[in-house]
């Protein structure tokens, strides 16, 4: 099993980035997908949700700046954040969950710094 994320970087506020997890190893269309956060010092969090079946869920904090999608014929699964502040500086990790399985990336940096 496999989920590499890329697309991470750094980016002035207010600035687009676009993380993108591939996954292999496992029946991508039946998994739920997520990605979560952990910024120096805080636990992880989780930032965003996409089921087997499409349905999306999101923390407040980040409903109307970031969406998340998949693509199950390219077993990806996205992340648009827009409008980032200093305070979505993290590692993102991506999240592949089935019942009690849970596979882990191993995060792509985002900074956001003027």
């Known amino acids: 099993v496999q989920l590499v994320e890329s697309g991470g970087g750094l980016v002035q506020p207010g600035g687009s980035l676009r993380l993108s997890c591939a996954a292999s190893g496992f029946t991508f269309s039946s998994y739920g997908m997520g990605w979560y956060r952990q910024a120096p010092g805080k636990e992880r969090e989780r930032v965003a949700a996409i089921s087997a079946g499409g349905s999306t869920s999101y923390v407040n904090s980040m409903k109307g700046r970031f969406t998340i999608s998949r693509d199950n014929a390219k077993n990806t699964v996205y992340l648009q954040m827009n409008g980032l502040k200093p305070e979505d500086t993290a590692i993102y990790y991506c999240?592949?969950?089935?019942?009690?399985?849970?596979?882990w990336g191993q995060g792509t940096q985002v900074t956001v710094s003027s």
């Open positions: 999240n592949a969950y089935f019942y009690s399985t849970n596979y």
